[in-house]
């Protein structure tokens, strides 16, 4: 494979992880709006110290963040912003050990959301990006 065919290959495979995540972030915007509903979710914001208000805006950043990374408007600087709304995520179930289908939700979702988000953001925006981010780590 020449170099050129290289480039496109990993340009595509970024691509992919571009979607899939902004697809993911959707889906758990979704999940507060259609399962939990935003009220139940500041209910739950409470029950473990947040403040419940704070389930109305991470709702807002989660959707709209995925929906510009899924097109790829500035997703590399997207996904950055997100992380931590995944890191908090995290730490509010890590007492319930690792599954997602633990009582209470388990910690291996949130923690994959945050670092494919890390992994995008030094990737880059693969192909078919509507509005390019800059690069901000040096290629090696």
């Given amino acids: 494979m020449n170099q050129i065919q290289t ?3 990993v340009a ?3 691509t992919l992880l571009r ?3 902004g697809v993911m972030w ?6 507060k709006l259609f399962v939990f509903t935003l009220p139940g979710t500041a209910k739950f914001f409470e029950s473990v ?4 208000i704070m389930a109305y805006p991470v709702f807002a950043v989660e959707l709209l963040g995925g929906a ?4 790829g408007v500035y997703a590399r ?9 995944m890191a908090v995520a995290a730490s509010v179930h890590f007492g319930n050990g690792w599954l997602f289908t633990n009582q209470g939700g388990g910690w ?6 945050a670092v494919a988000s890390v992994a995008l953001w030094l990737v880059g925006d693969g192909a078919l990006a509507l509005r390019r981010s800059q690069r901000f780590v040096p290629a090696l």
Avoid at 26 to 31: D, E, M, R, T, V
Avoid at 49 to 52: Q, T
Avoid at 108 to 113: D, H, K, N, Q
């Fill in 108 to 113: 291996e979702y949130p923690v994959f959301l």
């Fill in 68 to 71: 510009a990374i899924l097109l």
């Fill in 19 to 21: 979607v899939s995540l």
């Fill in 49 to 52: 110290g947040l403040p419940g």
């Fill in 77 to 85: 600087q997207v996904s950055l912003a997100l992380t931590p709304v």
């Fill in 12 to 14: 595509y495979g970024v």
């Fill in 26 to 31: 959707i889906a758990h915007a979704l999940l």
């Fill in 7 to 9: 480039n496109n290959t």
